[in-house]
T-cell receptor, first 112, second 111 residues
């Protein structure tokens, strides 16, 4: 099946820890994105990548880091510098920037 | 201020009834507008896409309209089903490919 897969579905982080969220796609899409979703707000862009080995900061990149070493993979690390990391994180991909985005099923991160 | 405003924030309807969701945007210059459906705890799934020149687009029981002059869009759900219970998100793409997301309207369909 073609699609975009996020893992894990639920993640718990202790204060001061870094955690990495996985995002893999087999759609052969060049562009990939990470969004954060909080209750009552629209999705906000954390980072995006238009091509392998290239990525750009979005609107709320502070406290997050990414890598794009392979076309299929775009992991997101939530660092200890992110003061309010509890949220629902969505990964998406598109053929190129601006075309229809296909979303993964999301990872819910909770700080304990 | 968010460039995409949706209303109402939430609504409850009886199964079989119709409803209409609103989306007003200020994004400019405008490329296209999409409506997504997001089930609880899942990722959004695209329902319709409309460009500047399109006024209406249907996908089954979902019909989207666009008035690019007034920068308004609506999503009409006909003969609602329990499976329509979800959040509906309006997404506007600018000419620079930047996406602006509305906060969504949560629809609850009751039997």
């Amino acid at each position: 099946d073609g699609g975009i897969t996020q893992s894990p579905k639920y993640l718990f982080r202790k204060e001061g820890q870094n955690v990495t969220l996985s995002c893999e796609q087999n759609l052969n899409h060049d562009a990939m994105y990470w969004y954060r979703q909080d209750p009552g707000q629209g999705l906000r862009l954390i980072y995006y990548s238009q091509i392998v080995n290239d990525f750009q900061k979005g609107d709320i990149a502070e406290g997050y880091s990414v890598s794009r070493e392979k076309k299929e993979s775009f992991p997101l690390t939530v660092t200890s510098a992110q003061k309010n990391p509890t949220a629902f994180y969505l990964c998406a991909s598109s053929i190129t920037q601006g075309t229809e985005a296909f979303f993964g099923q999301g990872t819910r991160l909770t700080v304990v | 201020k968010n460039q995409v405003e949706q209303s109402p924030q939430s609504l409850i309807i009886l199964e079989g009834k119709n409803c209409t969701l609103q989306c007003n945007y200020t994004v400019s210059p405008f490329s296209n507008l999409r409506w997504y459906k997001q089930d609880t705890g899942r990722g959004p799934v695209s329902l319709t896409i409309m460009t500047f020149s399109e006024n209406t687009k249907s996908n089954g029981r979902y019909t989207a309209t666009l008035d690019a002059d007034t920068k308004q869009s609506s999503l009409h759900i006909t003969a609602s089903q329990l499976s329509d219970s979800a959040s509906y998100i309006c997404v506007v793409t600018a000419n620079d490919y930047k996406l602006s997301f509305g906060a969504g309207t949560t629809v609850t369909v009751r039997a």
